[in-house]
């Protein structure tokens, strides 16, 4: 009888709460049950929630219980685990679970499928199929393509993917770079990380298909230091595919030459700003370069580089093989295709849900989220990360879409959505986004490294309640500084949540405890 | 963690892992620290050296990053996330908790350990997260927080 097969993830979150204790504890009861079975560590499904989620693959069907302790695994095996049967922690087949069916995977479907570093398994899954493609297609037409999904920067910033890399293939030079951000930084996004983790081969080929349409050779990922497992996942991949000739010269006896190096970051938020992060990879200080030249032209070592985020990368597979006006099918107005919201902080059922755009943040907080994980009532969701407003519970209503969101004076940014209860003090969280960007500035520009110290001044005082209204004004004018005269987003919208606290929740100025307490 | 403080051998090699480019300084700090647990003043002449840098730029580049450390850390680094999705889930509350069992403030070290904040382990879903030794956990309640130290006491 062939091994059964068994999925336990190899993945941050689920390993951050004892999955590798339960792939051990798997393997060694198997081992007493004199059973054979295949130990498989896929990624994530990104039912977070669910972590450690284990499934078990019986007549070709996977069967899923969640939140498995090691300690569960003996009276598992007991119950019939092998063969799918009943126990408390069974939740039934991983297909029918409401929290993933409901999604628009468009970007992440093979997370949580397949065996991320298998090449073979992610060959049946399509695997470089899109870049094949791309190289019968051409790099004119696979540019075209990406203009007309609509696809925009999933990092944050939302420019339009196609026009960067039409100007990267436009630009003069012998050498250009692909450039991936994977210095995922934003509180309440996890979303690259997922993917990386659960399908570093599919962002592999996404790099090799911008390679190929803008004539890049190289390719770097700049991936945060805080995501050890991610780094040896990746790592592990890049050596996976040149050994089986998908990286290097001459891939596949196409002509083309693409290889890829990884670099870690070394913990400065900053250093997910584009030229930041070019400054670091080229072994300087993080600190942001003024534009023009934009990294499109003159980029990393001065040449065309294509800037691009882990998750706007890793759209493109299916925006060629099944066609941009497929993907621009997708979303509202000009937020085409879809994004992978996080859900995070305080609420009930957290994880990565990628739905089109205009879905609206009540129907991912309550439906999929299930409300807040204490139980208590929503008072404020931060989007788009520390830089991102916080959005009140009135407005819970308004669709996610780049523009609408920034009607409200809010951002969609990386799709994070930090959940806080009515317990939260807003004062203490306006405090907070200048106290972080005080510790994050770079320095190179005055209104973000001085004023976001200053910030933190005024807004002690005015929790101190010393000349409150005057400080009141005195720091909306700060904002109002750094927002206009800031060199990048970290000093220019550090404003934005805390505006959006003495619009909505200046009362909690009066009621503000201590500063960290 | 390593108690040796610096090896001139060992860090030549590291610098030659990277082919002493230099723009592969971020990267061989890196390799420093897992190797010595931190930057010394000797590392940063040698780095200057083999790089064909200048000291004060190998000391900018060092003192930049929140990863790279001047001074010798415990001997467990524990660090605890700060960011908003955790503040959400009583990260406050569990660093007062941190500093209260490990008798250290945030920031500081003694010989056992080294307290830290950290802003985003990208484990949002399961706030408050925390790092300890490089492996990171998730939904740590206090007695959780006390039952992971333990088990890394135990193990040390």
């Known amino acids: 009888m062939a091994a059964t097969k068994v999925y336990v993830p190899r993945e941050t979150a689920a390993i951050s709460v004892g999955a590798d204790d339960v792939a051990i504890e798997i393997a060694r009861q198997a081992k007493e049950f004199g059973e054979s079975i295949e130990l498989i560590r896929n990624g994530s499904w990104g039912a977070t929630w669910l972590e450690p989620l284990v499934e078990v693959v019986v007549d070709d069907k996977r069967i899923a219980y969640g939140n498995v302790e090691a300690s569960d695994v003996a009276d598992m095996f007991a119950a019939g685990f092998l063969t799918g049967d009943d126990h408390a922690r069974r939740i039934g087949p991983t297909i029918e679970i409401p929290y993933l069916i409901d999604q628009d995977r468009w970007t992440f479907w093979r997370c949580g499928l397949i065996d991320p570093l298998s090449i073979d398994d992610f060959r049946l899954h399509q695997g470089f199929k899109a870049l094949e493609k791309a190289f019968d297609m051409g790099a004119e037409a696979v540019i075209e393509s990406v203009k007309t999904s609509g696809l925009r920067g999933r990092g944050g910033a939302g420019f339009p993917a196609g026009i960067k890399w039409q100007t990267v293939a436009d630009a003069a030079g012998d050498q250009k770079y692909i450039a991936c951000n994977a210095d995922e930084g934003d509180s309440g996004t996890f979303s690259d990380r997922i993917l990386m983790e659960g399908d570093p081969l599919g962002l592999i080929e996404s790099m090799m298909i911008a390679g190929f349409a803008v ?3 190289r390719g770097y990922i700049y991936l945060r230091s805080e995501y050890p497992l991610t780094r040896s996942i990746l790592t592990r991949a890049i050596t996976t595919a040149r050994e089986s000739g998908w990286l290097g010269e001459n891939i596949q006896d196409s002509g083309f030459d693409f290889d890829i190096e990884l670099h870690l970051g070394a913990g400065s938020y900053v250093c997910g700003e584009e030229t930041a992060m070019l400054e670091s990879m080229e072994g300087k200080q993080g600190i942001v370069r003024y534009k023009p030249p934009l990294p499109a032209i003159s980029g990393l070592f001065g040449k065309p580089t294509v800037v691009n985020n882990v998750v706007t990368l890793a759209s493109v597979p299916n925006i060629i093989n099944l066609g941009g006006e497929k993907y621009a099918s ?10 992978a919201f996080q859900l995070a902080g305080n609420i009930k059922r957290g994880g990565m849900v990628e739905k089109a755009f205009g879905i609206t943040l009540r129907e991912l907080i309550e439906d999929w989220g299930g409300g807040t994980a204490s139980g208590r009532p929503v008072k404020a969701v931060q989007v788009g990360g520390p830089l991102g407003a916080y959005v009140p519970e009135d407005q819970l209503d308004t669709p996610l879409d780049y523009e609408a969101f920034i009607e409200i004076g809010a951002m969609v940014g990386h799709g994070g959505i930090v959940v806080f209860d009515d317990t939260a003090n807003m004062a203490q969280q306006a405090r907070f986004a200048m106290e972080f960007c005080a510790i994050e500035s770079c320095g190179k520009c005055t209104p973000c490294r001085i004023g976001s110290a200053r910030g933190v001044e005024v807004i002690d005082r005015m929790v101190a309640g010393d000349e409150r209204e005057d400080n009141y004004d005195l720091l909306v004018e700060l904002c109002d500084t750094m927002e206009d005269a800031s060199l990048c987003a970290m000093g220019g919208m550090t404003p934005f949540p805390v505006r959006s606290v003495l619009k909505y929740y200046a009362e909690d100025f009066s009621s503000a405890v201590g500063a960290d307490e | 963690m390593t108690t040796e403080t610096f090896n001139r051998q060992a860090a ?3 610098i030659a892992s990277f082919e002493s480019r230099a723009e592969m300084l971020v990267q061989i700090l890196h390799g420093f620290v897992v190797r010595f647990g931190w930057v010394s003043e000797d590392a940063i002449r040698l780095l200057a050296a083999e790089l064909n840098l200048s000291r004060a730029e190998v000391h900018g580049v060092v003192s930049y990053y929140h990863d790279f450390r001047t001074t010798p850390p415990g001997k467990h680094i524990v660090k605890i996330c700060q960011a908003e999705a955790c503040q959400a889930m009583g990260s406050r509350e569990l660093s007062t908790h941190a500093e209260e069992t490990l008798g250290v403030d945030m920031h500081s070290s003694n010989e056992e350990v080294t307290l830290e904040p950290v802003y985003c382990l990208g484990n ?24 992971i130290v333990a088990s890394i006491g135990e193990t040390s």
């Open chain 1, 215 to 217: 004539a890049a050779s």
């Open chain 1, 330 to 339: 997708f979303g509202v107005n000009r937020s085409t295709g879809t994004l």
């Open chain 2, 12 to 14: 030549i090699e590291i």
């Open chain 2, 124 to 147: 949002c879903a399961c706030s408050p997260a925390v790092m300890i030794d490089g492996k990171t956990y998730g939904r740590v309640s206090a007695g959780r927080f006390n039952d």
